[in-house]
């Protein structure tokens, strides 16, 4: 009889069965070995072996017994009125760590932020943050910040820095030389006004937009082509039945990935609405979105732009209309039958249809926005009347380098931009620039474009600050500063007012603004702007009630033109350039929080090795870190290999935001800079290169990886069902399965545990999970949890309270991928507690399973003894090098000493919390008045928390679910986390 169950794997060696790969993962915590050093075999004892087993108990003991570290109480001489010691304080703001602008809530202690938090109120973001929302945080603490403005390295005033740059201006604009300001997009309004304040200043000055990824400017290039404007539309996952995606991790890293994964999470509620969205994606590279997909098409680079012309043609046949441009392309390298399916699923819903498309090549954005206006969709699935636009006068980097060549450049101000680190050409631009009269830039650090200029002007940063943001018409956030700033630095508004001659503070300059502008625009409040004003604040977000604006209309005139670039190249290898989730474009690389936590794909940290596909790495005799050589052009770059399951053969595929050389001390020397290899295309910098070459150098280099630091021996841990035979029967793919531990049993040494009053317990939903690790950052954040750095995780000693388990199902040219959060389960009978010598891990009476450091003296019984191995054990005291980090600790959580064991706690200070907020109220607690961190950050919503013991509570009835699952019941452990079953929508109609 045939296993009904569906294998799952962690790693190409796991699913290959290699026994030395899986021997290496039965020793929790391995020392790595030198290259060529064999390790001893497991059976061998040997004298130190036995001394150091029969020392275990004593060592441990004799750790534990250390005192812990001082700390000295300082008390209030004068205590501020607004604030009380030991409660919090939340300010509503705006989120600057992308183009997104989420909303935000800033929660602070004593006058100093601790935790990031996403705003419910605003419409967009609701609520969710990601991993570098939640980190900038700690970024705030950076203590490698620029502390002070200097020209040259010398430290200046502020009144001699404008001086300097007032004066400069006006020769530069005398002699009729260019002022060029380069600047990102999507500043928010009143930056922007304050840019267009210092351009009517100087009549020479024009803006430069540089954007390191590309992909926000490829749209609206692509929009100014297909409708007259240059702007990037509102697109709307949740009103989506089909979505097919060409390249654009919108679950990741594309254009606003959290707004876009609570839309995609309710489009595929299939419990809730009897159906789901269905979602293709065609790519190279294996990418978060791509996981998430119910049909997955590999297809090589230059082959993406191809088939969305094959759905293109396809679609205009079907409209009755011809596309100009498309007869004279190539078919892709994709089978008829796929290509057929995407053509017909789309069009059968037509308006209810969504096409995007990644990448920052132009031509494969105008395809998109053709297939969307075949489909008819404007207004609904997308919409570019409730986009944004974008500077329609700006010039391009490459522009920039041309008149700099030219000598006709008296100045140039770098506004938030690294273009030396970022783009292709960044080295000739670092040389250009010593000819230049003034050179400056507002970077929050000597980056390393700060670095070659002359003048260093440090801008605070967003929680420092006050801001403003549009990210679709009518919604309009505010960004309010939760503490004044840290260093001598300011705003980048208020110097460019002040280089204009107009100096004023940037709160006066925004809520003027907001008063001439934003107020005219909320009709029917019935309040005063002070009113109006002050609810803003208190919200962070107002929503405007403005008439919609009509949509431009689709036109054909210059199809033809901006697809005749599209091609195949037939190249032996492809290069693919990538941002990651936690480190995006590299701007937040120090950031030791996102450094370490591991990619949701690849599973690597502290690093970005290139992925190479399993049968390519096969042909070439190439494992996992090994260092090969990828040169393009005249750049060559040295890098370790990881063989990734789901990349295209021809792929080599390099992750950007690292190699960082003036980020800090914990970014420099992390990883490889790609951005060098990246090919100038009419001067454009692209990210997918083709033709580049591969040579092995012969050389290793260990991989932090993390994914196979755990394992479950083969059960089946995650579950999944297609949605046709979900509908049929709730509890598909979640059936007993004899001989496979389903149904559990009853027996136990245990007593039982008696729950008079709550019983805590967790829910995870796998199908509204997408793997994006914000839950992992909120977690250390908010619970004090050390980074411990490259080579501690090598010795697998991540300290990690939770993280994201992905598995792989099927061939490994193209697998199925399910994420899985893994905290401690709060075991009813648990393992650990049956083991500690001291008591130290014990059941509350409310269901937890709490950890009592002062007693534990580090034997690690417990983790030995821990099933699905999330117990972390504390190898040192990780110290903060600069006090000002420690400044980010949360008060509410104790920080462990070294020789304890620790784990996730179910954020127990916000439960103790949430009782005392009810018990001042007169109340009881309500459902949802407790939210975890991993729950209150998650975009997608997957997880629920609550008390099992109230019948009406989210958390009781999902536990009772037709999908409701718990890890490992035949060991009767009995988990309190419960999970839901994975529903997937491929269109095959049988269950897994």
Not at 176 to 190: A, E, F
């Amino acid at each position: 009889m045939s296993d009904p169950l569906p294998k799952y794997w962690q790693s190409l060696a796991e699913r290959a069965g290699d026994p030395g790969a899986l021997a290496q993962t039965q020793d929790e915590f391995a020392e790595p070995l030198p290259v060529g050093v064999a390790a001893t075999p497991p059976d061998a004892s040997s004298r130190r072996d036995f001394f150091k087993v029969m020392g275990l108990s004593a060592a441990a003991a004799m750790v534990a017994c250390q005192r812990a570290p001082v700390q000295q109480i300082i008390p209030y001489v004068a205590r501020p009125d607004e604030v009380t010691p030991g409660l919090a304080l939340w300010y509503a703001s705006t989120c600057n760590g992308c183009i997104a602008r989420c909303g935000l809530l800033l929660k602070t202690r004593d006058g100093r932020p601790i935790k990031v938090e996403g705003n419910d109120e605003h419409p967009v973001s609701r609520g969710g943050v990601c991993a570098v929302g939640q980190a900038s945080v700690l970024s705030l603490y950076d203590a490698s910040r620029a502390r002070y403005p200097t020209r040259g390295a010398t430290r200046v005033s502020w009144t001699d820095l404008d001086a300097d740059v007032t004066q400069a201006l006006r020769k530069a604009a005398e002699a009729g030389k260019g002022i060029r300001v380069v600047l990102p997009w999507h500043l928010g309004p009143t930056a922007e006004a304050a840019v267009k304040r210092f351009l009517t200043a100087y009549p020479t000055a024009r803006t430069v937009r540089d954007e390191a990824l590309g992909e926000l400017s490829a749209i609206a290039d692509a929009h100014r082509v297909t409708h007259g404007v240059r702007a990037v539309p509102d697109y709307r996952f949740d009103k989506a039945a089909v979505i097919a995606s060409f390249g654009a991790d919108f679950l990741g890293t594309w254009v606003s990935p959290v707004a876009f994964t609570r839309q995609y999470a309710e489009s595929r509620d299939a419990a809730r609405r009897r159906t789901m969205s269905r979602h293709f994606q065609v790519e190279p590279v294996m990418t978060l979105t791509g996981a998430a997909a119910d049909r997955r098409f590999v297809v090589a680079p230059s082959d993406v732009a191809l088939v969305l012309a094959d759905l293109v043609r396809r679609l205009a046949v079907k409209a009755g209309r011809e596309v100009p441009g498309l007869a004279s392309l190539p078919p892709p390298a994709l089978d008829e039958a796929s290509r057929a399916e995407l053509a017909d699923t789309l069009w059968a819903q037509r308006q209810d249809a969504l096409v995007v498309a990644g990448g920052d090549d132009v031509a494969t954005q105008v395809l998109a926005n053709t297939a969307n206006a075949l489909l008819g969709n404007e207004g609904h699935a997308v919409s570019l009347a409730d986009g944004t636009a974008l500077d329609a006068d700006a010039l391009s980097l490459g522009t920039l380098l041309t008149e700099l060549r030219a000598g006709s450049v008296g100045a140039v101000l770098f506004m938030g931009v690294n273009p030396v680190y970022s783009d292709p050409r960044g080295a000739e631009l670092a040389a250009l620039l010593k000819d230049v009269p003034l050179t400056l830039s507002t970077s929050d650090r000597r980056d390393e474009t700060a670095v070659h200029v002359g003048l260093h002007a440090p801008e605070s940063t967003a929680l420092e600050s006050w801001g403003d943001a549009e990210v679709r018409r009518g919604v309009v956030s505010l960004r309010q500063p939760a503490v004044a700033p840290l260093h001598e630095t300011r705003s980048g508004v208020e110097s460019l007012l002040q280089w204009a001659g107009a100096p004023q503070p940037h709160y006066d300059f925004l809520r003027a603004r907001w008063e001439a502008e934003v107020f005219p625009r909320a009709s029917g409040l019935g309040q005063g702007f002070i009113a109006f004003w002050d609810d803003a604040l208190r919200r962070g977000v107002v929503t405007l009630g403005a008439a919609a604006a009509e949509a431009p209309a689709f036109r054909e005139e210059g199809l033809a033109k901006a697809l005749a670039g599209v091609a195949r190249h037939a190249a032996e290898w492809e290069l693919v350039l990538y941002p990651t989730v936690a480190l995006r474009d590299g701007a937040p690389a120090n950031n030791a929080w996102l450094q370490e936590v591991a990619d949701p794909i690849t599973k690597v940290t502290w690093g970005n090795p290139a992925c190479i596909a399993p049968a390519r790495a096969k042909a070439l005799g190439l494992k996992d870190g090994d260092v090969v050589q990828v040169r393009a052009g005249s750049t060559t770059l040295s890098v370790p290999v990881l063989v990734q399951a789901g990349t295209h053969p021809s792929v080599i595929a390099v992750a950007v935001g690292y190699g960082r050389t003036q980020a800090g001390r914990v970014a420099d020397g992390v990883g490889v800079n790609g951005y060098p290899l990246s090919a100038v295309v009419d001067g454009r910098a692209r990210r997918t290169v083709p033709g580049v070459t591969v040579q092995a150098t012969g050389e290793q280099q260990p991989l932090a990886l993390t994914q196979t630091h755990h394992r479950l021996e083969g059960r089946p841990h995650v579950r999944e069902a297609e949605l046709a035979a979900f509908l049929a029967n709730p509890r598909a793919g979640n059936e007993v399965h004899a001989g496979h531990g389903g149904g559990g049993h009853s027996l136990s040494l245990w007593s039982g545990h008696e729950y008079k009053g709550h019983r805590w317990a967790l829910a995870v939903d796998l199908s509204a999970c997408t793997g994006c690790s914000a839950c992992v950052v909120s977690c250390q954040a908010e619970n004090n949890i050390p980074s411990v750095g490259r080579d501690e995780v090598l010795r697998r000693r991540d300290m990690h309270w939770m993280r994201i388990d992905r598995y792989y199902q099927g061939d490994e040219a193209n697998p199925q991928v399910v994420h899985q959060p893994m905290m401690c389960q709060h075991c009813e009978n648990a393992p650990c507690e049956t083991v500690c010598p001291v008591l130290a891990t014990v059941h509350s009476s409310e269901g937890l399973n709490q950890q009592v450091y002062n007693r534990c003296v580090g034997t690690r019984y417990c983790a030995n003894n821990c099933p699905t191995k999330v117990r972390r054990f504390n190898w040192f005291d990780y110290e903060h090098a600069e006090p000002l980090e420690r400044m980010v600790l949360n008060p509410d959580v104790v920080v462990r000493s070294r020789g304890v064991m620790e784990k996730c706690s179910m954020c127990v200070q916000r439960i103790q919390e949430s009782k005392a907020a009810a018990n001042r109220e007169g109340r009881p607690l309500r459902d949802g008045d407790i939210q975890t961190a991993c729950q209150q950050s998650c975009p997608a919503k997957a997880i629920h928390f609550g008390d099992v013991n109230d019948p009406d509570s989210q958390v009781a009835r999902l536990a009772k679910d037709g999908r409701a699952f718990r890890l490992l019941e035949e060991l009767n452990i009995g988990s309190s986390i419960t999970y839901l079953t994975k529903i997937r929508n491929t269109g095959s109609g049988s269950g897994t």
